[in-house]
């Protein structure tokens, strides 16, 4: 048996509309150092993004080590690995691993392992976490963020770049399986976005198969072998299939993500379904839509924003509806009523009226495609004329339609 904590997404050195979240992030960190200290897990694995940027200020990067001595402190025979993700450098996470690792068994992982020959050496990117008595407990395949096309070559050539992905996946799973003779409990960990799950909060690009800038991938891709998955980069927590699950940000990094932030506990039988269970992670500063459901005109907003208790600490994101812009002064109202109040006014969130909408929508190239000639133009004559088209003008535009089609054929 091997228990396990599994975090990631810490975002450290966020600057959130202009305000130093430090505080909270100092917060998480001591409250993950008690977490450990109560659960006496063998393992922590933080999946990706534990800095905002790959350009961390100093104060942060100490925050960061300050962190980690705690933890380590809290179950000293406790191993922690750490995974680069899209937002971090991997040169940074990996710059004092052998200093981590000699001083307090943490392997810090920014690449996949490479030999002389740019091929992979999937041993490196393999942690048997070993219990006080010297025993194995269990391995962890670590994987930070790589972009499908630079996982390293193959070795026979004879895949494309495409799949080196899926095999780099498969073949660090065989690596761990070869040394695995006592059978213990297997984690992966990658950062990276899993097809089906659920991205709310995240900005997506529907029906290209990518989130935001990173190709989606199947569970299938990421092979087999292993008991748990400890996904990364999805923000809200939930599980992918029986054996993978995203824990989700300890801390929401955008209005959008309105979930129960937690870390996971996962405690792994060697070919069993883990048991999965959450512990809640408490922000100092909240982030609150205000008000939660439909947006409503600026003026009531601005009324939310004053009932909002003075000594409640907090960000705020306005809900409003608007028929084109926010009327002028709103933001300076908005900064004006919060400036004595412990919260922090941050911005706010536009809806256009129905009617803007329907003036203004656009047409997704998926169903812009599904259209008829005359749908695309009756819809763009209501848009410039204001009007439907009469039974005369469908009949002249069917018989041009006509004209060019026979043109086209002669």
């Not at 498969?170 to 070869?178: E, K, M, R």
Request: glycine residues 8%; negative net charge; aromatic residues 8%.
């Amino acid at each position: 048996m091997m228990k396990i904590l599994h975090t990631s997404d810490w975002h450290l050195g966020q600057v959130f509309y202009k305000y130093d979240r430090s505080a909270e992030q100092h917060d998480f960190l001591a409250q993950l150092a008690a977490i450990v200290k109560r659960e006496q897990p063998d393992a922590m694995v933080v999946s990706g993004d534990v800095y905002d940027t790959g350009a961390p200020s100093a104060a942060t990067v100490k925050m960061f080590t300050d962190g980690m001595l705690a933890i380590h402190k809290a179950c000293p025979a406790m191993t922690i690995v750490v995974t680069a993700g899209n937002h971090d450098s991997p040169s940074r996470i990996e710059s004092e691993q052998s200093l981590w690792q000699a001083a307090a068994g943490i392997y810090m992982i920014g690449a996949p392992g490479r030999k002389d020959d740019g091929q992979a050496h999937y041993e490196r990117n393999i942690i048997a976490v070993k219990r006080s008595d010297g025993t194995v407990a269990g391995y962890i395949a670590a994987v930070p963020y790589v972009n499908p096309a630079n996982f390293p070559a193959i070795a026979d050539g004879g895949e494309e770049a495409t799949n080196r992905q899926s095999y780099y996946f498969q073949h660090l799973l065989g690596a761990v399986a070869a040394i695995n003779r006592d059978d213990c409990p297997v984690v992966l960990m990658a950062h990276l976005a899993v097809t089906g799950a659920d991205f709310t909060g995240h900005k997506q690009i529907e029906g290209l198969g990518r989130m935001g800038c990173i190709d989606t991938v199947a569970i299938s891709a990421l092979g087999t072998g292993y008991d748990y998955l400890a996904l990364g980069h999805i923000h809200r927590p939930q599980n992918v299939s029986e054996r993978a699950r995203y824990c989700g940000t300890p801390l929401a990094v955008s209005f959008d993500e309105q979930c129960e932030h937690s870390v996971t506990i996962a405690t792994l039988q060697r070919h069993e379904p883990p048991l999965v269970r959450t512990v809640p992670i408490k922000n100092l500063k909240p982030l609150h839509t205000l008000p939660p459901g439909k947006p409503v005109d600026v003026e009531q907003a601005l009324k939310c924003l004053e009932q909002y208790d003075d000594d409640k600490p907090g960000y705020i994101c306005l809900n409003v509806e608007v028929e084109s812009y926010l009327p002028g002064g709103a933001t300076a109202r908005a900064a004006a009523i919060a400036a004595g109040k412990k919260c922090c006014f941050c911005t706010f969130k536009t809806t256009k009226t129905a009617q803007q909408v329907l003036d203004k929508q656009a047409i997704a190239y998926v169903d812009f495609k599904k259209l008829t000639p005359l749908e695309i133009a009756s819809q763009y004559y209501k848009r410039k004329i204001g009007r439907e088209m009469n039974a005369s003008e469908i009949a002249m535009f069917n018989q041009a339609c006509q004209e060019a089609q026979n043109e086209k054929n002669t």
